[in-house]
């Protein structure tokens, strides 16, 4: 058996990595590739039942995060329909998840036209506001017309993830996606005084890294609220590690898009074939292992005061300049003075040759 495949929704997958909606799937050439790098299922950018304004330059690459003004499919519901889905159908080697936006109405035209296509859906809720009733509504109208597992993608915006999982599950839903972007976010140019990247309203969406923690958190909220879901974990995902953390946290399988925007598409290649040794690195046999296993919470409302490992010291000093309770000190070697130290774990996190142990 494959140790790296896995279910999602009563379908086998190679792997657990897919694409997310965006950029990189914005036709069925861009799509195949993707295939071709190893992807276990694929995903389109959103359809929806018009063409959208798109400001330019529109993507703002950093380190960590990508900034992105793009709103949906550049291209119409018709070229999709008639050029690149029966492509898609006829080359796909896994299955083809189609997102669509936005709202109920968007759904009674789209979910008919391109069921014949779709193995699975997943549906943005981004401009669709914080209204449960709203987003239930939208659930049951596409259910009016598909069967096909049906996956709702949440927004950070949401207030509770718990009873968007809750709202959606109970009109329908098979599972959800999580998270969409984060926003609205800005970026300002000091030289000309100006807004970049943004729409009129002069905001943006972030994704990428940086946003990974909280998609991490409500994937877990939602997992743990609602059991019986199926979660894609998306958010920040770039390396084999972050894969398992997802699946750690209750996801059935995963989404990544801006790292590979970051880092360069062969990120998917890379992470599919480091994942096995990955595995391995953590004590598990294969992807249905991570998701077969509960994570622990173990608090500690006391701590323990650090301890150095000298030899893997360099004598960078960043821990002494950092601490926020002056309670470490340099007098040949580090040292942590057990009254001041409040065992925060910063040092702990941040030291680069992991010589401070806690």
């Not at 495949?5 to 190679?14: H, N, Q, R, S, Y």
């Not at 276990?40 to 003004?69: Q, R, W």
Request: hydrophobic content about 40%; some cysteine.
């Amino acid at each position: 058996m494959n140790p790296l495949e896995t279910k999602l929704a009563g379908f086998l997958l190679d792997n657990p990595l897919m694409p997310a909606s965006g950029p990189l799937v914005g036709d069925a050439k861009k799509m195949l590739y993707l295939q071709d790098l190893g992807c276990g299922a694929l995903v389109t950018k959103t359809i929806s039942t018009k063409e959208p304004k798109i400001p330019h330059p529109c993507i703002y690459g950093d380190k960590e995060f990508v900034m992105n003004s793009e709103l949906w499919s550049e291209h119409s519901k018709e070229t999709w329909l008639n050029e690149f889905l029966p492509e898609l159908k006829a080359k796909k080697q896994g299955p083809l998840i189609i997102s669509v936006g936005y709202s109920k109405e968007d759904m009674s035209v789209l979910i008919p036209l391109l069921d014949p296509f779709a193995d699975m859906f997943e549906v943005s809720t981004h401009y669709v506001g914080k209204d449960l009733s709203v987003i239930q509504e939208t659930v049951r109208e596409i259910r009016r017309h598909t069967k096909k597992p049906l996956y709702m993608k949440i927004s950070p915006h949401i207030p509770s993830p718990e009873d968007f999982a809750k709202a959606v599950y109970e009109a329908g839903a098979t599972g959800i996606v999580a998270v969409n972007s984060l926003g609205p976010t800005m970026k300002i140019d000091l030289n000309t005084r100006r807004i970049v990247y943004g729409s009129d309203s002069g905001f943006v969406w972030m994704s990428g890294p940086s946003i990974k923690p909280i998609a991490l958190a409500v994937v877990h909220k939602i997992k743990s609220a609602v059991p019986e879901m199926s979660v894609i974990g998306v958010g920040g995902i770039k390396s084999a590690d972050d894969v398992l953390e997802f699946l750690l946290a209750g996801a059935d399988a995963v989404q990544m898009l801006s790292a590979a925007l970051i880092k360069g598409k062969d990120l998917y290649r890379k992470i599919i074939a480091d994942l096995p040794q990955t595995l391995e690195k953590y004590g598990f046999s294969s992807i249905e292992e991570v998701k077969s296993t509960s994570l622990t919470n173990p608090v500690d409302y006391v701590g323990k005061v650090p301890t150095l490992i000298e030899d893997k010291c360099t004598k960078c000093m960043l821990c002494k300049n950092i601490c926020p309770y002056h309670a470490i000190s340099f007098e040949g070697k580090i040292t942590f003075d057990p009254d001041l130290c409040f065992r925060c774990g910063l040092c702990i996190s941040k030291c680069p040759t992991k010589a401070i142990q806690g």
